[in-house]
């Protein structure tokens, strides 16, 4: 097994192992959207790979991928609660049925968040499922309430 981070090269498996990941979540798309989600990713990819967005893939002898994960990395004003500037968000924790329970997501995590911290990020967040809370707290990840506010969001779509 190896593991890496991903290069403009891999721009056709970051876009597989997303809707891969999709998939696993259960989350179901029309010929349409996945065309347009394609399509963005290709671009979004291509313009941010290895700036503020990175990808670690654990490969096996065969150069296939076993395990993923996404670091993106968000630069804004600085203040108390991100002293840097910078957050990052952690996407994408996906590890095929078959290569589960073998460290190898906990491998590809520590190589993110160790990029995370030369990259100067303050923290990183992350959603987590159940099947992924206990390897989260084993790394640190901590549950957070936010404290004065309501989180919200807007659709625009």
Known sequence: ????????????????????????????????????????????????????FFAAFMEDDNGDIVSTAFLVIFEKPANLSWPTGKTGLILNVLTYPEYRRMGYATSILNLLIDLAKKQGVSYIELSASDLGKSLYKKLGFQEHKSSDYAEMRMSLL
């Open 1 to 52: 097994m190896k593991i890496r981070l991903a290069d403009p090269n891999d721009v056709d498996k970051l876009i597989k192992v997303r809707f891969d990941y999709f998939a696993a979540e259960k989350w179901e798309l029309t010929h349409e959207m996945r065309d347009m989600i394609g399509s963005r990713l290709r671009q979004y990819y291509l313009k941010h790979l290895n700036v503020d």
